[in-house]
């Protein structure tokens, strides 16, 4: 709703698809957000995030071909923490 209230051009869930050695696999990676295109953005509502979540986040990046990530934890106190990715 946020997205679309600030006029942010977003795909929800979109599915990234995967290859190893140019051969496509069947899993598929989905995102929470890609936003203007070029921004991917995974929401967690974890008291700390944790290694894996960056690691999922990254993952996505490379898979994408996207250079800028946002991990966005909603469920830290007192607010929510951003962590920007570049690669």
Do not use: S
């Amino acid at each position: 709703k946020e997205f679309g209230a600030q006029q942010i051009p977003f795909v929800a869930m979109p599915e990234l698809k995967l290859a190893y050695k140019a051969q496509p696999l069947k899993q598929t990676y989905r995102p929470d957000f890609f936003c203007y295109g070029k921004i991917i953005v995974e929401l967690k509502t974890v008291r700390d995030l944790a290694p894996e979540h960056e690691a999922q986040l990254l993952n996505y990046l490379k898979a994408a071909n996207v250079k800028v990530g946002l991990l966005v934890n909603f469920g830290a106190y007192p607010r929510a923490i951003v962590k920007r990715f570049v690669l």
